[in-house]
């Protein structure tokens, strides 16, 4: 019998017809309960009389009901009436995307604005192991207020048959004795093929939602079925920048690999897809904003010894300009890696996607100073401005604010009164004890234990010159922090990062650095619930502070809250692409949690970045390690262990690189060396139980009677 507006489903009553597909009917109903309206879908008969297929739809419901993300339609509930089976979910007022999609395609910012939250809304699905399989236009919704909502999650494996007039658009068909779920013009070549899916099917569905949103049209279209599958199979489309003018290049590239046939060659999860969006929307924002770089400045000086002012001044300056609404600035981690005088200018720029440098000289003698500097058009490769100051050293603060100004001034960029009291406000009170952070940070970037050791000398002594330099402070509590961690797990050392870390923040509550540090000492003592907070509040202030995101991040896998962590791992990577760090870190924790294809694309990223890091600098053991790790878990275990092997000889008693060569030769399934290594780690100062507790990398040796003896030394 069939319902009519008026009808009673439970405490449901029926008030519209909204639309009717593969997965039944959907109407707009009031739930008298609760009173509030809701979308309600009858399911056909043909599933709700499936037990099979309805339990496992019920077990996707409650896990697509859990992520309670805001770009996924909530599921309420799933019910029976009457004899019906019926889901309840959230009401969405608004078009579909296959409604707002011109016939030339949307504008490319909308484009975006639509793009990123629904790979949000996928990536959030493929995390938890929910695959779409029926992602198009239609179960995409734009409510009234402009918010994105994906509709029709884990709902799309089992619809029936159903006639229609446009066969490319039907929800499933029987074709060739096989039956396909899905809708024709959207789906993989597997899906075609009625090859298990996976997350990858999801990429090949968007990828032909992005073609029709960039051009209007979808890459394979046919008069029948036969022909658009055999396009499907075989056919490379025509690249979006053909067919649309304006469109950037990359964008043609991110849809060829959703659309590669082979889903070994496709980005492998909505999370990569999500990755490569964002470096895209980051490309069309450098566009319209005035991109500049800051290299470190070099060293004129007789003596060669003032690499610290000089990175310092560069850097100073960087922070400086970075607080400019109008200018986009590269990142220290990203500048600071081209030292040669010698480097091309326009190569310099393209890497760092930047259409001008600064760089320049200093030469110190006695307390005078001489600094100059160039700003150049990368396009070019000529002067935009120059100028040289000789000034005594008590003048440097007003060498930088001038320097800032006039690159601001020269690349036309107009300054809010805010930004002038900003770029006014000097670094420090006193210019010795400015000299000695800089110097401080020298080492800190070291990260070794004797370096760490030794920048907290000198920032003590920055303090106790100027007892209100609050990033002095800062600096000085990770120092402790670092030391705690990796030489020794001293009592002291925790002190020292919960009083530097508070001291900071009490002379400067504004300054981003002195949240992040404070979540840092709080991990330290165990107070993650406040530690949590202040990593927050470090990010609400700098949501482009790299330390609050990462430092966060680990924090949370150190407690095991491997979701947190990739969040924050994530949030890491895209204020910092040049890293590799966080990617291979990330990589882990996806293995961790089954996400095979994830975490070998986190970690071939990561493993890419490394490579490049190292080509500029040999001897980073770090990225040694790291990388070493990242190739044995990707199967290129020789290559990884040679990588392990060259990061130990750099530095053979370092607690941190023992511990991370110990995990790596774990992973090999070197277990003699392996423990060698962890034991020789903890010897050293490696205290951190909690890594050891929750490091899968270390599964192999767990059981093995050295590494439960070097358990108990850590209780």
């Known amino acids: 019998m069939p319902l009519e507006p008026g009808h009673t ?133 734009v409510d009234t207020e402009g918010r994105v909502k994906v509709l029709d999650f884990g709902l799309a494996q089992s619809p029936p048959p159903l006639a229609g007039k446009d066969v490319s658009d039907r929800t499933t068909r029987t074709f060739g004795g096989r039956t396909l779920s899905g809708t024709l013009a959207y789906m993989s070549p597997e899906q075609l093929q009625a090859e298990p899916t996976d997350p990858r099917s999801d990429v090949f569905s968007l990828g032909v939602v992005l073609y029709e949103m960039a051009t209007g049209r979808r890459p394979f279209d046919a008069k029948s079925a036969a022909e658009l599958i055999t396009a499907i199979l075989r056919d490379a489309p025509v690249p979006p920048t053909r067919l649309r003018t304006g469109l950037p290049g990359r964008m043609d590239r991110l849809i060829a690999r959703c659309l590669e046939k082979d889903p070994r060659y496709r980005l492998q999860s909505a999370v990569d897809l999500g990755w490569e969006l964002e470096q895209l929307q980051a ?59 010698e480097a091309d200018v326009r190569e310099t720029g393209r890497r760092l996607g930047v259409e001008a440098l600064v760089h320049g000289s200093v030469r110190k003698a006695g307390e005078r100073l001489r600094v100059a500097v160039e700003l150049v058009n990368v396009a070019d490769g000529f002067e935009i401005w120059t100028d040289v100051y000789d000034r005594g050293m008590e003048d440097v603060f007003a060498v930088q604010d001038e320097i800032a100004r006039r690159v601001v001034k020269a690349l036309g960029v107009s300054l809010s009164e805010a930004e002038h009291q900003k770029l006014g406000k000097p670094a420090a009170a006193d210019v010795q004890a400015f000299d000695y952070y800089l110097q401080a940070r020298k080492f800190f970037y070291l990260y070794s234990r004797k370096s760490m050791r030794f920048a907290r000398e000198l920032l003590e002594r920055a303090i106790a010159i100027d007892p209100t330099y609050a990033r002095a402070w800062s600096g000085l509590a990770d120092c402790s922090a670092f030391l705690y961690l990796n030489a020794g797990r001293r009592a002291e050392d925790a002190g020292q990062a919960d009083t530097a870390s508070l001291r900071a923040l009490e002379l400067d509550p504004a300054l981003a650095e002195a949240h992040a540090s404070r979540g840092t000492a709080l991990s330290l003592l165990g107070r993650h619930e406040e530690a949590e907070r202040a990593f927050e509040a ?175 030394t850590l209780e």
């Open 283 to 341: 490309e069309a924002h450098r566009e319209k904003t005035r991109a500049v770089a800051v290299l470190p400045f070099v060293d004129l000086s007789r003596e060669k010894d003032q690499d610290y002012l000089c990175d310092g001044l560069a850097e100073e300056i960087l922070i400086a300009l970075s607080k400019v609404e109008g200018l986009r600035v590269a990142s220290r981690a990203a500048s600071f890696r081209f030292r040669s005088r």
């Open 9 to 141: 489903l439970s405490h449901y009553r029926l008030l519209e017809k909204l639309g009717e597909g593969g997965m039944g009917v959907v109407w707009r109903a009031l739930d008298a309960s609760l009173d509030r309206e809701v979308a309600l879908k009858l399911l056909p008969d043909t599933l709700a009389a499936d037990p099979a297929k309805l339990a496992r739809l019920e077990s996707e419901a409650k896990t697509i009901a859990a992520l309670n993300h805001p770009h996924i339609v909530t599921l309420y509930s799933i019910e029976e009436a009457d004899s019906r089976r019926f889901l309840t979910m959230e009401l969405v007022s608004g078009r579909t995307l296959a409604e707002l999609i011109p016939a030339d395609g949307l504008p490319f910012e909308e484009l975006m604005r639509i793009a990123v939250p629904v790979a949000d809304a996928v990536s959030a699905a493929h995390r938890r192991g929910i695959v779409h399989r029926d992602l198009k236009p239609r179960n995409i919704m």
């Open 538 to 712: 470090a990010i609400r202030l700098d949501p482009g502070l790299f330390e609050a995101h990462y430092f966060y991040a680990r924090d949370a896998f150190a407690r095991g809250e491997l979701e947190k962590a990739i969040l924050q791992y994530e949030a890491a990577m895209r204020v910092r692409p040049e890293d590799y760090q966080s990617p291979l870190l990330v990589g882990q924790i996806f293995e961790d949690l089954g996400r095979t294809a994830e975490a070998q694309a986190a970690r071939r990223r990561g493993v890419r970045i490394a490579e490049e890091h190292l080509r500029l600098r040999p001897d980073d053991a770090r990225a040694l390690y790291m990388g070493a790790n990242g190739l044995v878990a990707l199967g290129e275990t020789a290559r990884g262990l040679e990588w392990a092997d060259r990061a130990l000889a750099l530095d053979p008693e370092d607690a941190m690189l023992l511990y991370n060569i110990g995990c790596i030769k774990a992973m090999a399934g070197a277990e003699g060396d392996a423990l060698d290594c962890l034991e020789r780690s903890v010897r050293a100062g490696m205290r951190n139980r909690g890594w050891l507790e929750h490091d899968s990398n270390l599964d192999a040796v767990r059981s093995h009677p050295r590494f439960r003896a070097l358990m108990q």
